[in-house]
């Protein structure tokens, strides 16, 4: 199966902060690669697909890039509601596999 | 819009079978895409279950394979997950969710972009 190794586990950060999130996989994956936002009691929510189209209706601050091994998350100014967990996922190949998410706290 | 919401029992005896229905509103099942199972243990990370397309074909995580079964009921508009001989290892919140396959420029992309709000099943004696 596909690892994906997400750094930092977590994160401290303040409203307003550059905060960038890197996920790496074990093998290439091309850009089959999604990042997802949860908060707690929450499910996951879709922020990013394809490495970097950003879903319909999540903010522009959101940015993914990336391709093959090496993949980032950008959030440009974080605010009040960014401070949560976020995950990385694969879609290359079977069985799909989540990276073990990385905690944005203050 | 479409809602997608899990149930079934929240505390499963050890050695016993957990089954799990995902309720699928506001659309059909039978409209492609595939349907998911994911877990999140306490405190921990996101772990792939399985899946099933709108045609009953079904791929399963290896290491669940011998006691998962994921099932499709287009009548009811569900889908379900049945998985055998539980331990507390598998202690988690549950969440169904929407696995879409949209065509791109020579490839499809793939993301899950509808969830259920989770289920807790507890496995203990």
């Known amino acids: 199966a596909i690892q994906l190794t997400q750094s930092p586990s977590t994160l401290s950060a303040s409203v307003g902060d550059r905060v960038t999130i890197t996920c790496r996989a074990s093998?290439?994956?091309?850009?089959?690669l999604a990042w997802y936002k949860q908060r707690p009691g929450n499910p996951p929510r879709l922020l990013i697909y394809?490495?970097?189209r950003l879903k319909s209706g999540v903010p522009s601050r959101f940015r993914g890039s990336g391709s093959g091994k090496y993949f980032t998350l950008t959030i440009s100014s974080l605010q009040p509601e960014d401070f949560a967990t976020y995950h990385c996922q694969q879609f290359d190949t079977y069985p799909l596999t989540f990276g073990g998410g990385t905690k944005v706290e203050l | 819009q479409l809602q997608l919401q899990e149930s079934g029992p929240g505390l499963v005896r050890p050695s016993g079978t957990l089954s799990l229905t995902c309720a699928v509103s506001?659309?059909?099942?039978?409209?492609?895409?595939?349907w998911t199972w994911v877990r999140q243990s306490p405190g921990k990370g996101l772990d792939w279950i399985g899946d099933i397309s709108h045609t009953g074909n079904t791929h399963q995580n290896p290491s669940l394979k011998s006691r998962l079964t994921i099932s499709l009921d287009k009548s009811r508009n569900q889908f379900s997950l049945r998985m055998t001989s539980v331990t507390a290892a598998d202690t988690a919140v549950y969440y169904c969710?929407?696995?879409?396959?949209?065509?791109?420029?020579?490839?499809?992309?793939?993301?899950?972009?509808?969830w259920g709000k989770g289920t807790t099943v507890t496995v203990s004696s």
């Open positions: 093998q290439g994956i091309t850009n089959a």
């Open positions: 969710a929407r696995l879409t396959e949209e065509p791109g420029t020579g490839y499809y992309y793939y993301y899950m972009d509808v």
């Open positions: 506001g659309g059909s099942i039978s409209n492609g895409n595939w």
């Open positions: 394809d490495a970097s």
